[in-house]
């Protein structure tokens, strides 16, 4: 079946290096992708998007890899701050049903 | 500002009492989805409406009912409660499937 997962759950990283969240998909029909990020009490916050016909693409100290050649998602964070701690989650638009399918979420903890 | 609002914040019911949950958007977006999301889950999909078009997902219990009276406004709709069914339960809105999903700050539902 379908399937979006998560590498590792829990990231710990110290406030200014770069951070690393990764996530595997299994449906090669996806061709569209989204990073949210979730704050405790809230809803999940839009990020950064991409589409199966790009790699790469950059936002604002944020960058979203795809690689389709091994369903592989990861989304980068430059110099992380204390207000990226959050839980983060990938999710995959399925072509067959046109739904998001969210990954089970990567916590974020940023260390002064 | 444009915004994907939830009413309550915070919801508590007795077990079986019927419960609705709100939501709003002033964005005009043609979808709206409920989510529920439990203690350290992704979220996940209930039904969506896209305008007046219903979709049901197969795994969404029957307990589980939705109206969408206008473009604006998505109710979730518990008609008996049971106490599994204490969970976030997010609304979020989109233009298209393949757009971006904006979500709501959610309802956190308690059930006694």
């Known amino acids: 079946g379908e399937s979006v997962g998560l590498h590792l759950p829990t990231l710990s990283v110290q406030e200014g290096d770069n951070s690393i969240i990764n996530c595997a998909y299994s449906?090669?029909?996806?061709?569209?992708f989204i990073w949210y990020k979730q704050e405790s009490g809230k809803g999940p916050q839009f990020i950064i998007d991409i589409r199966s016909n790009m790699d790469k693409r950059q936002g604002q100290r944020v960058t979203v890899l795809l690689n389709k050649t091994v369903k592989h998602l990861s989304l980068q964070i430059a110099a992380t701050q204390p207000g990226d701690s959050a839980v983060y989650f990938c999710a995959e638009h399925s072509s067959n049903t046109g739904k998001l399918i969210f990954g089970q979420g990567t916590t974020l903890q940023v260390k002064p | 500002d444009a915004m994907v609002i939830q009413n309550p914040r915070y919801q508590v019911t007795q077990f079986g009492k019927p419960v609705t949950l709100s939501c709003s958007q002033t964005l005009n977006h043609n979808v709206m989805y409920w989510y529920q999301q439990k203690s350290s889950q992704a979220p996940k999909l209930l039904f969506h409406y896209y305008d007046k078009d219903f979709n049901n997902e197969a795994d969404t219990p029957d307990n589980f009912q939705s109206r969408r009276p206008n473009t604006s406004f998505c109710f979730l709709d518990i008609r008996s409660p049971g106490l599994g069914d204490a969970a976030m339960y997010l609304c979020?809105?989109?233009?298209?499937?393949?757009?971006?999903?904006?979500f709501g700050p959610g309802t956190r539902l308690t059930v006694l």
């Open positions: 979020a809105t989109s233009t298209g499937f393949y757009n971006e999903q904006f």
């Open positions: 449906n090669s029909a996806s061709d569209y």
